[in-house]
């Protein structure tokens, strides 16, 4: 024990020489949010054009939507959107002509949405509330406590302003590269053969990959969870909901995006390779998990983006945020509890190979 508390002491000194790192972590986060909410600004700060815009639709007596109509119109009005019904619409004039902005026809078990080019934004609006209508349905409906369903009211998610989102949304995305302070480390280690001092002064497999794991740790919940969120948070416009529940998913999101980064630097002898292998894979996660795209409005299918563990903590946190809950929070859970297993059973195992790591 005394022997792994040393070994960290000194990895923690070796990255804390390097200063520059250090810097530049708090200071990208900072500008890659300005970057991405001043450019979605027009899509996520509107809420006061989405009272300026106008929902026809035209809905079937035997549809299953029939059967919360008003609560469902009720509940895009409470939002300020305008609803007006119609029999047997044109969608294409009636848009055309501006008489309404977006037209929804409801069929027996589905809806189509109409819109052009132009009403983008209104059109992810309306299949967002639709989306979380489905939701409330399949909730009311899969319940076989009673045979009788009482609707008093239908909740919609509440969307997250630009700031909000991705402040949130940055700061998961540079937690989970977290792993790049361990080149200071691999570095070193390899230039003044360290690793086989390690192997002389008989430290074990587990001394040695857990010494370089909770130095990262260290560092990743320091300066990336408190100290990067911190100033976000004095700069822009966030809200965390439950800090509980927001400080716990990203202490957990460090513990297991650390383990998975560490497997690929144990995994290659070659610096390049790790770190373009990682930023490879991270890219993807984000882009899947909504850090450079919103998850909400995104054309990426639902069962894609659950391949991402990002997607994961990006949706559980940004809905307690606004919401105070979310869906996702045990999912996210379990999918980052499995991901530190996994991973950190993997890197000990390679450690366990390799003479020098």
């Not at 590269?177 to 587990?206: M, N």
Request: glycine share 6%; with cysteine.
């Amino acid at each position: 024990m005394n022997k792994l508390l040393v070994i960290i002491k000194n990895y923690l000194k070796l990255i804390f020489r390097n200063k520059v790192m250090i810097i530049v972590v708090p200071i990208a986060t900072v500008l890659v949010v300005a970057a991405l909410a001043n450019a979605f600004h027009t899509l996520l700060d509107t809420n006061d054009d989405v009272a300026d815009f106008k929902m026809g639709y035209e809905i079937l007596e035997d549809s299953k939507y029939a059967f919360i109509e008003d609560i469902m119109m009720s509940s895009f009005e409470e939002q300020g959107v305008e609803t007006v019904e119609y029999e047997h619409g044109d969608p294409e004039d009636l848009i055309s002509n501006g008489r309404v902005d977006v037209y929804v026809t409801f069929d027996r078990d589905s809806y189509h949405i109409y819109g052009d080019d132009k009403k983008e934004f209104q059109v992810r609006i309306v299949q967002y509330v639709l989306f979380n209508v489905d939701k409330s349905m399949d909730t009311m409906f899969t319940d076989s406590s009673s045979n009788n369903v009482s609707i008093s009211s239908l909740e919609t998610i509440k969307t997250s302003e630009a700031e909000n989102y991705y402040g949130i949304i940055e700061i998961v995305y540079f937690l989970s590269l977290c792993t790049v302070f361990l080149s200071l480390i691999f570095q070193t280690e390899r230039q003044s053969s360290i690793g086989i001092r390690f192997c002389v002064a008989k430290a074990g497999s587990f001394t040695r990959y857990m010494s370089k794991y909770i130095s990262c740790l260290v560092i990743a919940v320091l300066i990336q969870v408190f100290l990067v969120s911190g100033i976000v948070f004095l700069l822009f416009d966030v809200t965390m909901g439950n800090p509980v529940v927001f400080f716990g998913i990203l202490i957990l999101t460090a513990i297991a995006f650390t383990a998975y980064g560490l497997v690929f630097f144990l995994l290659f002898n070659n610096m390049a390779v790790s770190i373009g292998l990682l930023f490879m894979t991270l890219w993807f996660a984000g882009f899947v998990g909504g850090t450079f795209e919103t998850y909400m409005y995104t054309a990426i299918t639902e069962p894609i983006k659950r391949l991402s563990p990002l997607y994961y903590v990006n949706r559980t946190l940004v809905e307690t945020s606004v919401n105070g809950s979310s869906s996702y929070l045990m999912p996210c859970i379990v999918v980052l509890l499995a991901m530190t297993v996994i991973c950190m059973l993997l890197g000990i195992f390679i450690t366990s190979l390799k003479k020098e790591v």
